[in-house]
C-alpha cells in the first residue's frame, strides 16, 4: 500500500484501515500520513475504520467507551468557555500566531532600509542597504515562522498528522505573501534596485533554505544562508560601495538554477519534513 493509493482518488484497503485500528507499528510513515490525511476527508472511510477497532481491537473500543461514559456526565455540566477567537480560521491555518511581531519586526527593517535611502545616506556607495538586504529578508522571516524558539505550539504542530512539508510550505507562502510586496513598494518607491535584482535571489535563497532544512532543520539552514551571504557577498559590497557581483543582471541564470535544484531538493526530500 503507497501513499498514492490512499489518497483521495481510492479508499483505503481493507487490510490498512485493520492494520492502522490495530495500532500497527510497521507501516510506513508516509502510508500513515496519507491514511490520516484521507481519513479526514472520507466519511465511509471513517466509517470502516470505526467498524475495525469495534471487531479488530476490542481493547481500544473499550476503553473509548469507558472515557466516554465518565466523560460525557462532566461535558454535561461543563460552562463553555467564552470564545476568544478573534482571527478567522484560515488565518491560524497559514501563519503562527506569533508570526504578527515578527512580520512587523521585517517590515521595520524595510522601512530603516528606506530612511537610510531617504536621508542619502552614501555609506554604502552605489550597494544601497535594500538590495543587500532584500534578497535574505525573505529567508530570515521563513526561518523565524519555522523557528522552535519564537513559537511556543511548535511542539505541538510539528507532532500534528499534518505538519511537515504541508505545513512548511503554507507558512513559507504565507510570509513570502506579506515580504515581498513590502520589497516591491521599497523598490519602487527608492528606484535603488529592480525587481529582477532581488527577486529570483530571494526565492533561490528560501528555496536551498528549504531543501538544506531537510537536513538540518529550517531554522539553521536559514541562518547559515544569511550568514554566508553577509560574510561572502554583502559585507565585501558595501565595503567596496558597489553592487554584489552576483546581484548584477547577467548573474540571474546562476540564480534560476540555485531556485530549480532547491525546489527539487524538497521535492526529493518532501519525507524527512514531517520529523523535524
Ligand atoms: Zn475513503
Known sequence: MSAEQASHESHAS??????YARG??????????A??????????CRGRLAASVATGAPGVAALVDTVRASLEPR???AVPMPSRRYRPRWVSAWVTPVMAPWLAMIVAVV??????????????????????????LPLCAVAASWSRGLDPAHELTASTARAGLPLLLRRTTSVL???LPVLLVQGWLTGAMTVAQWLLPSLAFTATALALGSFVG???????LVVAWGVVLAAPAWDAGRVPVLLRPDQLPVWGALLVLGIGAVIARRRAYSSL
Open 14 to 19: 481493507t487490510r490498512l484501515i485493520d492494520a
Open 24 to 33: 500497527d507499528t510497521e507501516i510506513a510513515a508516509d502510508t500513515l500520513w
Open 35 to 44: 491514511l490520516e490525511a484521507h481519513l479526514e476527508a472520507c466519511a465511509p
Open 75 to 77: 461535558l454535561d455540566a
Open 111 to 136: 522601512a530603516v532600509a528606506l530612511l537610510l535611502d531617504a536621508v542619502g545616506s552614501t555609506a554604502f556607495g552605489a550597494a544601497s542597504p535594500e538590495l543587500l538586504i532584500a534578497p535574505v
Open 177 to 179: 505573501a506579506v515580504v
Open 218 to 224: 529550517v531554522t539553521r539552514a536559514a541562518a547559515g
